[in-house]
């Protein structure tokens, strides 16, 4: 046999090994909604974003199993109709997962400035690490203009990417902070926004029925629930806290006046 025609088939057996190998474990895990399997992904992530500071898939991952571990931990921080969800237990995890994706975002973001996915990871990230601060400590430490500055980015690359995710962010910024920077008209707006790039998501339809219960329209309040209640969620980033939305929908739908 020539010498070429070893290593053609060197390369052949090596292609095929190769082929035979199983997909990268990690980036399967992070296609699951189940807790445990976030939590090895983000473990391998962090590991190899060590490794390769450098490397953007290994940076963008890791923030993205971080955040996506937040949001089942914490369910999403959506807001409530009579409250927040920053406990001690929760601020707790964002002061802690919500720093290191921070971390991995900002230097994703930094490599690729123009990428809509790290641009969302960003705004996420910040959302959760400014909210173990408290909405009030962090509106007085300046977190509020870096927050809408990040999800305003994310509208302007792409308003229309995880169902509105950038209107969704800038209307619960505006429907919980505090006086003098709540603003009641420009949540309502974003709110909106978000029902109509996407009004098959569960999280714009659950955003819009908790503004108005806040609001005291009890009608229009219940019309959203019921659309939560009864949609499917969508394959984004909503399905991680699905049944927190749904289960919280029937909950308030059973407190309001009957019709």
Partial sequence: MSRSAVVFALLLVTA????????????????????????????????????????????????????????????????????????????????????????HARAAAQMKPDHVGAAALLASSYMFYASSLGIISSILQGAGGEYKQHAQRLVDLDP?????????????????????????????????RAAKIAPGSVRNQYGLAVFWARDGDTARARGHFERVASLPCTPHTERLFCDFIKQTARRELARLPAK
Avoid: C
């Avoid at 895990?29 to 490397?55: F, G, V």
């Avoid at 603003?183 to 974003?190: G, I, T």
């Fill in 16 to 103: 095929i090994a190769r082929a035979a190998e199983p997909t990268d474990e990690a980036a399967a895990l992070l296609e699951s909604s189940k807790l445990e399997d976030l939590e090895r992904a983000a473990k391998i992530y962090e590991a190899r974003a060590a490794q390769h500071p450098d490397n953007f898939e290994d940076r963008a991952r890791a923030a993205q199993a971080l955040t996506e571990v937040m949001a089942i931990r914490t369910n999403g921080n959506l807001p409530l109709v009579d409250g927040l969800q920053d406990t001690g237990p929760n601020r707790a995890i964002w002061a802690d997962l919500g720093k290191r994706a921070l971390t």
């Fill in 160 to 192: 229309n990417y995880d169902d509105g995710l950038g209107a969704s962010l800038l209307a619960n910024f505006y429907l919980v902070a505090p006086w003098p920077v709540h603003d009641r008209d420009a949540a309502l707006e974003q709110f909106e």
